[in-house]
């Protein structure tokens, strides 16, 4: 029985690895910069989910093979910002910082949505989630997420526009690339990244 488990958790990781590896391109680093706004998180480990600082948005500033990233956080309703520096480990978009951190941009079309996977190591051990950033307004869908193993996608807010409706190629490209994993879909607009979208944090 043990044995089963691991050969179906080892053949779902491998399933992740090959959508992810499919996604990677080459990154035009002159395209990526500015605002994002953080819509969507995926992840194994429901610890990320439950974290209480929850990402709201990013500015990206980019200067030679260095990636300036200032986050906007909403901690318990406060607004926090860090601002790190990283620099570029290739060119498919891979971007190392400090911290044993790693940002990894795995699909854009630059104007409209960007999926990145975040790797950090946390108390001694090593979490991966998946990101989906949109450079439009807000919307979304509601914080009750699809749970890993069930096929229930997150009901749509009555006050917010759905994702499909913002980008429908990034949308589904997410939800493809998340189908194995818990997914968190963000609802609330994020009074904390339109303080960082309007340089007021």
Known sequence: MEARLTCTILGVLAVLWVQVAAAMVELD???????????????????????????????????????????????????????????????????AFPGHREIHVLDTDYEGYAILRVSLMWRGRSFHVLKYFSKLGPGGLCPAAALPGTAHPAPLC??????????????????????????????????CAELLKEELI
């Open 29 to 95: 680093r002159q395209k990526i910069g500015g605002f994002w706004r953080e819509v969507g998180v995926a992840s194994y480990q429901s610890l990320v989910l439950m974290a209480p600082k929850r990402v709201e948005g990013l500015f990206l500033t980019l200067s030679g093979s260095n990636l300036t990233v200032k986050v906007a956080y909403n901690s318990s309703g406060s607004c926090e910002i860090e601002r790190i520096v990283g620099s570029e480990i290739d060119t498919t978009g891979k971007f």
């Open 158 to 191: 009555p006050t917010a526009r759905s994702l499909e409706d913002e980008d429908l190629l990034g949308f589904w490209r997410f939800r493809e690339l998340t189908a194995d994993t818990g997914l968190y879909l963000a609802a609330r607009p994020g009074r």
